[in-house]
């Protein structure tokens, strides 16, 4: 399957301070990337969908001005949580959408990072 | 608006097999997932049904039926190994967005 990285795995940090997390699709293109978070023993939640080129779209609810996401080219996304405190403690994972006709794979798929662990003290 | 269902939690054993259900209302359909996720993993991309039928990969395969808004995801020849959670996931009309059930716990048990 496709490889999409993600970079950091895990990161601590202080409340207050900004943490990026950098997405990067290996061998293909894409230009839309998703952001999720999961809570421990939560359903993954659609945080936003990044598009390559133009600015992300937000889910209801997530603050665009504290998660700042940036996808500057087809094979990375970053997003950024900006004064972090406790409460965004979390699993953060991305997605790239792999189209047909891409690198010669068949089908449309979404493919998985490995996620960032984030835990703010 | 999506609405998807499917157990919380099952148990099988060792060698056996086991079919996970999920069932769906959407207003439009593009297509559903079947996803693995270990404990405090990302997923990992197991199937995809666009069309009606059975789909086999290996150990496991992926049914979908788009009138009855039903699919299932069958696990042969179970191992200690697929312990894990499978989401099930529909792309919405016009949209590559995903949206996730909240998953079946399978544990497997010697």
């Known amino acids: 399957g496709a490889v999409v990285s993600q970079h950091p795995s895990r990161v601590i940090c202080k409340s207050g301070t900004s943490v990026k997390i950098e997405c990067r699709s290996l061998?293909?293109?894409?230009?839309?990337m998703f952001w999720y978070r999961q809570f421990p023993k939560k359903s993954l939640m659609l945080m936003a969908t990044?598009?390559?080129?133009?600015?992300?779209?937000?889910e209801q609810g997530v603050e665009k001005d504290k998660f700042l996401i940036n996808h500057a080219s087809l094979t990375l996304s970053t997003l950024t949580v900006t004064s972090a405190h406790p409460e965004d403690s979390s699993f953060y994972i991305c997605?790239?959408?792999?189209?047909?006709?891409?690198?010669?794979?068949?089908?449309?798929?979404?493919?998985f990072g490995p996620g960032t662990r984030l835990l703010v003290l | 608006g999506q609405n998807i269902d499917q157990p919380t939690e099952m148990t099988a054993t060792e060698g056996a097999i086991v079919q996970i259900n999920c069932t769906y209302q959407?207003?439009?359909?593009?297509?559903l997932f079947w996803y693995q996720q270990h404990a405090g993993e990302a997923p990992t991309f197991l199937s995809y049904n666009v069309l009606d039928g059975l789909e086999e990969k290996g150990r496991f395969s992926s049914f979908l039926s788009r009138s009855k808004g039903y699919s299932y995801l069958l696990l042969k020849e179970l191992q200690m190994k697929d312990s894990a959670s499978y989401l099930c996931?529909?792309?919405?009309?016009?949209?590559?967005?995903?949206?996730f059930g909240k998953g079946t716990k399978l544990s497997v048990i010697p």
């Open positions: 959407t207003s439009g359909f593009n297509g």
């Open positions: 990044s598009n390559e080129g133009s600015k992300a779209t937000y």
């Open positions: 061998d293909f293109q894409a230009t839309t």
């Open positions: 997605s790239a959408r792999y189209s047909p006709g891409t690198s010669g794979r068949p089908q449309e798929t979404q493919y």
């Open positions: 996931a529909i792309f919405g009309a016009g949209s590559y967005q995903l949206t």
